[in-house]
């Protein structure tokens, strides 16, 4: 088959039977699989009596984003694979412009669609919006999404565009590339593997895209309430490991000691001690996890913002920041 729709599933069974219907039928040609992470809510019972047309892969434990999805790909025939969570609703026509793009650009490592939310329709997503880059500092940002504020979907971002990363909530990825770069990396479990692999593609001389002309809207917050300990630790700890392995610049590490133990502190003083106490802990999961570091000659992507400290200029702009960006991103292209 061209294209495998893969659905990591654990403990989702209300995401099944609300997501599953639409995507089977706006997936023509594609073959949807679910992976099921040892779920215990019936989700099995549930795609054996209603979805008996999509092929189940039992892992039988949660190994998280990246092991989960790393197990289930493994031999899967198919030229296209897209990761889709399972609380992702897609609509007539969403897949054909993903499949039309990568099948024209052999360059394209990954691409995803332009992610709005479910409940407000108008308003890109928190977790990949337009596509993504990241700061100064390492810490990601979206075309639509800035920190927790997101920006009203007005066709400002409607051409297709290169970015260095898009959300894994729905990204598309050739399956040559998938097997070149050994899939995700296992350490980071889950959060902020999109990102590296989207990274990884791009020092193997590969791009990745959002092409805007396909739509999803998701629900998110499905796995992990955004204030979780865990998974603030994961996005610190993640983040690192992220900077760690594919950015030279030595420097960067060494500032994001300060940053985080600044944020450490004003979690504590803000009478929140178990996030101060996850920055803490991502910090020594980083020291001890952290292997080999990116070498001194890797390329460092365009989608690296060394120009843009977005947390200060997210609270200097306010909603603004959004057109600040918009006009450093035209003068970026402009430039190059």
Partial sequence: MKTA???????T??????????????????????????STDGSLQLLRSDFPQVKVIPLGANY????????ALKGLEADYYLLLNSDVEVCKGWLEPLESWMDAHPECAVCGPKLLKYDRR?????????????????????????????ETDRGQYDAPADVLWVSGAAMMIRRSVWEELGGLDDRFFAHMEEIDFCWRAFRRGYSVSVVPASRVYHLGGGTLPRQSAFKLELNYRNNLLLLHANLPLRRIIAARYLLDIAAAVVYFITLRPALAAAVFRAHRQYRRMKGEAAPKDAPVPSGYRRGIMIVPLALLKGRKVFEYLKRYEDSHRRSR
Wanted: charged fraction near 20%; include cysteine.
């Fill in 13 to 38: 069974r209300d995401y099944l039977s609300r997501f599953l219907p639409g995507v089977l039928e706006f997936s023509p040609g594609a073959g949807v699989v679910v992976a099921d992470s040892g």
């Fill in 5 to 11: 729709v893969v659905i990591l599933n654990w403990n």
């Fill in 64 to 71: 998280g984003f990246t092991g989960g999805y790393d197990r």
């Fill in 122 to 150: 108008d308003e890109f997503e928190y977790a990949g919006a337009a596509g993504g880059w990241v700061d100064r500092y390492g810490f990601p940002f979206c075309r639509g999404r800035v920190l927790s504020r997101t």
